[in-house]
């Protein structure tokens, strides 16, 4: 940590990374994403105020742990990640998963900053998100994972919505690879999708 003056203190993306426990491109991606504000210096390196990481890090206390669901089985199970504002719609998801037959850890997060924080905490195998949240929705935080360079290509991408076909593409449209699902939400598709990720895990 730099002193850079008496009432503030920043830090480089690898000084945050130590302290957050996450890679430096995922630092970069959350400053890239608005996640983390930075500054730049004359020579171009990002710097982050330490109030900001602090924020961080209790935006992250307040986020649910996994639950484990189906732990009996042999292979590693798959980390699934819910981003939807909806309280009901995350509770109800979290009874359905209990139903699976292989095993699951699911997190939860209730827009796309949350989602972005502990994407890059936690690294899942998929994510599933509503598209319509207040503050980061979900084409922001689909965009970033998928942008260049971010290092989540092989991420699997599940976008949930009342949005039609051409609603989605008047709002720029998502990434390709991103799986589109209507609303009411086709729980069996998505459980057939999440099995075939975790059977890729062995």
Known sequence: MRK???????????????????????VQLWVESGVLPAWRTAGGHRRI?????????RERAGMLAPVTHGAHAANRALRLLLVEDDTDLRKLFSMMVEGWTFPVELSTAGDGFQGLVRIGQWMPDMVVTDLNMPGMNGFEMVRS?????????????VAVT?????????????????A????????GAIEALARSCQQRLR
């Not at 008496?6 to 995922?26: C, F, P, Q, Y």
């Not at 105020?49 to 890090?57: F, G, H, I």
């Open 4 to 26: 850079i003056s008496s009432n503030d203190e920043l830090m480089s993306t690898r000084e945050v990374g130590e302290v957050l426990g996450v890679a430096v491109r995922t």
């Open 49 to 57: 105020a330490r109030s900001a990481v602090e924020n961080l890090m």
């Open 145 to 157: 994972l998928k942008s260049a360079g971010a290092d989540y290509a092989n991420l699997q991408v």
């Open 162 to 178: 009342a949005l039609s076909a051409g609603d989605v593409a008047d709002r720029g449209g998502l990434p390709e690879g991103t």
């Open 180 to 187: 589109v699902f209507q609303k009411p939400v086709d729980f």
